[in-house]
Each structure stands twice: as C-alpha cells, then as structure tokens.
T-cell receptor, first 112, second 114 residues
C-alpha cells in the first residue's frame, strides 16, 4: 500500500460548485498534513496545512482531517476556472530522516 | 512571507557537462532544504534532504556522486548535476522548511541535456 493515496482524476467540476478532493494515508503516527496546488509546468504551492482532527477553513478552502479513518480531504467552494490544477496531498513522516511524503496528485478541472 | 528562489529557471547543456542549481530562502532561514525531481505527468520524487552544515541525506536509488548537494548557509543550498546525460533532463524543484514540517517550494529549474 502506498503511504499516501489519491485518485489521479481528472475530477471535473462545474464552475461555482464545490470540489472535493480526498486522500488516504497508511501511517497512523502521522500528525501533520498538507495540501499543495501545482499548476502545469509550475512548482507546488502550499494551500493548507492541518494538524488536528476536524475542519480548518481558509477562504474558499476547507481541509478536513479524520485520523481515526486515516483520511484528509480538501473542499474548494465556489470553484473557479483558476482552481484547475493538480492538488497534492502530503504528510509529514517521522523517521530517521523525517520528511514529507507526497501523493501522486489529483487533477482538477473546473468547467465554465 | 515564505519566498524561495531558484536559479537558473531553465538551463540547456551538452551531455557530459555539469550543471549547478541554486536554491535560496529569501525571507527566512532554513536549516533543512529538500531537492525533488519531477518528470512530465509524474509526481514529485524526493532526491535528497539537505541539512545546513552537514552531509545531505539521499533517497534510495539517488547517486550521491552524481547529484552533489551543498548547504553552505541557512539560506542557500546548491544541487550540482555532474556529467549530465539526456536522461537527467527533468524539472528540479527545491523546497525549504520554514517552520517545523512545513515546506515552501522554489519555482523550479527545467534542465534539458542535449
């Protein structure tokens, strides 16, 4: 099982609707979770980070974390064409060489 | 803010030459920086973790003698691709850890080896 799993998509959502992106992970000890957005040909950009169970809201973005079920999600309200990108889920892994593990990303397409 | 820069943004070189890529944290100090590689339509692949003042930690399968990393200061890490070959052509991205566990990415360097 991969450490971080995401549906590769593409996920197509009409403009103005809510886009829901999901991610599951295998390391029960993980405490820190991140969502990055990556436009084609560009480097990733940090969107949200979440450490505690529950919801965390920032503008149109809401991150949801459920450690018992080992999933983290990202909701994008009032989706805009500019939200079309690949969204990477990531988590921090504590080990001899602590690092962030990235999922393979979900391609999101917002159709006008 | 948390701004990370990379230079150059794009480089084309001949096979067999070496290429140096710089990664700088502009408005914060970073004891830890990371180097990633990304091939088209693939996810990020962590190459190595760069620690200021000590040797880099390389991921399995990454040749440390080919990808030389130097983290000489709290704001600068460099990646040198030695004796580059066409298969090394890729998008190289660095990130810097601002606060514990949170990474901010540079804009990336696109390398093309002819």
């Amino acid at each position: 099982q991969k450490e971080v799993e995401q549906n590769s998509g593409p996920l197509s959502v009409p403009e103005g609707a809510i886009a829901s992106l999901n991610c599951t992970y295998s390391d029960r000890g993980s405490q820190s979770f991140f969502w990055y957005r990556q436009y084609s040909g560009k480097s990733p950009e940090l969107i949200m980070f979440i450490y505690s169970n529950g919801d965390k809201e920032d503008g149109r973005f809401t991150a949801q974390l459920n450690k018992a079920s080992q999933y983290v999600s990202l909701l994008i309200r009032d989706s805009q064409p500019s939200d079309s990108a690949t969204y990477l889920c990531a988590l921090f892994v504590y080990s001899s060489a602590s690092k962030i593990i990235f999922g393979s990303g979900t391609r999101l397409s917002i159709r006008p | 803010g948390a701004v990370v820069s990379q230079h150059p943004s794009r480089v084309i070189c001949k096979s067999g030459t070496s290429v140096k890529i710089e990664c700088r944290s502009l408005d914060f100090q970073a004891t830890t920086m990371f180097w990633y590689r990304q091939f088209p339509k693939q996810s990020l692949m962590l190459m190595a973790t760069s620690n200021e003042g000590s040797k880099a930690t390389y991921e399995q399968g990454v040749e440390k003698d080919k990808f030389l990393i130097n983290h000489a200061s709290l704001t600068l890490s460099t990646l040198t691709v030695t004796s580059a070959h066409p298969e090394d052509s890729s998008f190289y991205i660095c990130s810097a850890e601002k606060v514990e566990e949170t990474q901010y990415f540079g804009p990336g360097t696109r390398l093309l080896v002819l």
